[in-house]
């Protein structure tokens, strides 16, 4: 059974730093594109950065300069290093990928910045 897990999350300052971990697990054939959304109550999930195997990493404009999203594919692992972080960013965020051409999510982790 493919699982995503999310962990990293929590309460920082913001000007913070915080960086996000998404463990993918199952057998598979392939893990293909892999994102990170986020969102807040009251609200529609927001796309935050996708990477592919073969293409430059993409960043929402809110997000762009500040976040970099990675992946350690011997480890089976998404990042999204958050810099610069601040109290819009608050939100919970979760891991999508395709594994096997199917597509999951992780249930997500609270990212929390103060003012």
């Known amino acids: 059974q493919v699982r995503l897990v999310e962990s990293g999350g929590g309460l920082v300052q913001a000007g913070g730093s915080l960086k996000l971990s998404c463990a993918i697990s199952g057998s598979r054939v392939s893990i293909g594109a892999v994102g990170w959304y986020r969102q807040t109550p009251g609200t529609r999930r927001e796309w935050v950065a996708s990477?592919?195997?073969?293409?430059?990493?993409t960043y929402a404009d809110a997000v762009k300069g500040r976040f970099t999203i990675s992946r350690d594919n011997s480890e089976n692992t998404v990042y999204l290093q958050m810099n610069s972080l601040k109290p819009d960013d608050t939100a919970v965020y979760s891991c999508?990928?395709?594994?096997?051409?199917?597509?999951?999510w992780g249930q997500g982790t609270q990212v929390t910045v103060s003012s």
């Open positions: 999508n990928a395709w594994v096997d051409r199917n597509n999951y």
């Open positions: 990477i592919e195997d073969g293409s430059p990493a």
